[in-house]
């Protein structure tokens, strides 16, 4: 029996999902004291979410939420790391961009952003980097994200690069560096400040943006501009962005050289960022090929005999989505599923399979995503200490009446 | 359009009776003669919430480990004395052996 208290748990995001090894079914579930802490909250301008920390902010989707390719701005996950988050008057605005690296310093405001370069527009997923570490088995410190630390938007902005030209990069520029508004408690608090590679920086992909989704950025998501760093992790979408700094030696505070790091030759990438690599670890780059089932639910009932069509989503870093498949044995055999429509290859691809349930008792649902590169997700989590990168297979056990 | 399923029937009624404001006054860590100092100490930079939802899985070089980091990468002003409580406390109401 499904009880109201199940489905509630399942709806923070509690309840135990099942990740798939052909033949058998693994759970994976939240540690015990994130299932208890975690209420749903509404944060101003915000629809509920799942609420894993109140200071900073840190507020999760609830995967029936993701139920459309774009997620809707009230919707949208939030995430900070220093509680001095300040709403920012747009009028008062300015973006420095600078740095040594820079021989034309300037500075813009909000309206010269819009109006000296052109506009451009994309739809892009931006993933936190620990996006389902709460999953991560054995159980890593961090905020204890489920599934929801993430979201897929239409950007609104200008080329990054277009930007840096004016401000006459130097050829010894390495990284360009990005500051929020946001500043910790204590002066002595690293802030958050964060870079990336020139070549990233200049991808005519990479964007700062002042609209999502046809309206302006709500100010827990960055409001009046951030940085849209298409196919990388969140890390580097600086929200709030208020200067942009060309360097010309590696940013080496504790968010560059301490966290956000993946160990070296655990995971298959191919954006190195080799300014800030070490013998042992490298910052996190691209997002892994993943997908996530948000029309049902762990333990939700359904009826024999009557259709039934599982939906969710697929993404990557950006080759896009070639296919998804749905297995319905435990993943001994998988079924190929009907793609929705493209929005583009940063972008969440929705995607449906229809199937009949017969059999009265457990039915395990199973979606596996695989990219234009090959890429596919992993039967078994690839362990690592700060549980980033978690594309194990979701599966969800459906009970057939 | 969104797919009405039992989920979101029972998501749009906790919208009606549940949801709340975001508050962190109502986060309650277990009550022990270090609460008040882990509280006075740690609410500095963030709420008591990040203690709660990490609760159950840390052992002591864990929970050291974090309260290391706090001190060392983070300056937060709590002195050795104070870490060494702090630790014990964690261990003690949201660690495991």
């Known amino acids: ?401 | 359009m969104r797919n009405v399923s039992m989920l979101s029937a029972v998501f749009l009624g906790l919208c009606i009776s549940g949801v709340t404001l975001a508050d962190e006054s109502k986060v309650a860590l277990s009550p022990d003669t270090d609460t008040a100092l882990v509280m006075a100490r740690c609410s500095i930079c963030h709420s008591a919430d990040y203690i709660q939802m990490n609760g159950g899985f840390l052992k002591r070089a864990n929970w050291e480990a974090e309260v290391k980091k706090m001190t060392k990468a983070f300056g937060a002003p709590v002195n050795d004395e104070e870490a060494g409580k702090i630790v014990d406390y964690l261990v003690r109401q949201y660690g495991v052996e």
């Open chain 1, 1 to 401: 029996m499904t009880t109201r208290r199940t489905l509630l748990q399942t709806a923070l995001g509690g309840l135990a999902f099942s990740t798939g090894i052909a033949g058998q079914v693994a759970r994976a579930a939240l540690p015990q004291g994130a299932i208890d802490s975690a209420t749903l909250e509404r944060l101003p301008g915000k629809q509920p979410l799942i609420k894993r920390s109140y200071r900073p902010p840190n507020y999760e989707t609830p995967l029936a939420d993701f139920s459309s390719a774009i997620t809707p701005n009230d919707r949208f996950f939030v995430r900070w790391h220093l509680m001095g988050i300040t709403e920012v008057d747009a009028r008062e605005w300015r973006l420095t961009i600078g740095g040594d690296g820079a021989t034309k310093p300037y500075e813009l405001t909000l309206d010269q952003l819009k109006s000296d370069f052109e506009a451009v527009e994309l739809v892009a997923v931006c993933q936190c980097s620990g996006n389902r570490r709460g999953l991560s088995d054995p159980h890593v410190p961090g905020v204890e994200w489920g599934y929801g630390a993430m979201g897929n938007a239409r950007w609104t902005g200008v080329r990054l690069k277009d930007v840096l030209e004016r401000a006459g990069l130097s050829k010894e520029t390495v990284e360009i560096a990005f500051d929020g508004a946001d500043r910790p408690a204590l002066d002595v608090t690293p802030d958050f400040i964060k870079s990336i590679p020139v070549w990233k920086a200049v991808d005519e992909n990479t964007i700062i943006a002042y609209a999502m989704n046809g309206e302006p950025l709500p100010h827990h998501n960055g409001y009046p501009a951030r940085l849209i760093v298409p196919g990388w992790t969140a890390t580097y979408w600086m929200k709030q962005v208020v200067s942009i700094q060309a360097l010309r030696k590696p940013l080496a505070n504790f968010w560059m050289a301490s966290a956000y790091r993946i160990p070296k030759g655990k995971f298959a990438f191919a954006d190195r960022f080799i300014s800030q690599e070490n013998d042992a670890t490298t910052p996190i780059t691209e997002i892994v090929v993943n997908s996530v089932i948000t029309s049902h639910a762990d333990g939700q009932r359904v009826s024999r005999g009557s259709p039934l069509t599982l939906k969710g989503l697929a993404w990557d870093s950006g080759a896009g989505i070639r296919r998804v498949e749905v297995s319905r044995d435990g993943g001994r055999s998988w079924n190929v599923a009907d793609l929705g429509d493209d929005l583009g290859r940063f972008s969440f691809r929705t995607w449906q399979f229809g199937l009949n349930a017969q059999d009265p008792g457990p039915l395990v649902l199973m979606a596996r995503a695989t990219n234009r590169q090959g890429s596919t997700q992993v039967s078994e989590l690839i362990f690592n200490n700060p549980g980033y990168h978690n594309n194990v297979i979701q599966a969800v056990t459906l009970t057939v009446v």
